[in-house]
């Protein structure tokens, strides 16, 4: 029996050593991917967080959120004069 263990008349199995040693780079390798994308997800958002802090500073609606004159807007009513 070549590659096994005997003891006692039972035959145990070899370890696999590469298989093991593939699992374990296999879990680091997705433990590093996963810092990295959680990394960038943060960079992402204080990019978000700088942008739209310079944008809070600026007085400026836009354009979508700006009712012409004399149009109520929506779910509103004007009040008639």
């Not at 593939?22 to 390798?29: F, M, S, V």
């Not at 590093?32 to 959680?38: G, T």
């Not at 990019?47 to 004399?70: L, N, Q, R």
Request: charged content about 30%; overall charge positive; proline content about 7%.
């Amino acid at each position: 029996m070549v590659g096994s263990a005997v003891i006692k008349g039972v035959v145990l199995a070899k370890p696999n050593y590469q298989f093991e040693k593939r699992q374990r780079d296999l879990a680091k390798k997705n433990k590093k991917e996963e810092k990295r994308q959680r990394k960038l997800a943060e960079k992402t958002a204080e990019d978000a967080c700088a942008a739209g802090a310079g944008e809070a500073t600026t007085d400026a609606t836009p354009p979508s959120t700006v009712a012409p004159a004399g149009v109520a807007p929506a779910g509103e009513t004007l009040p008639e004069t």
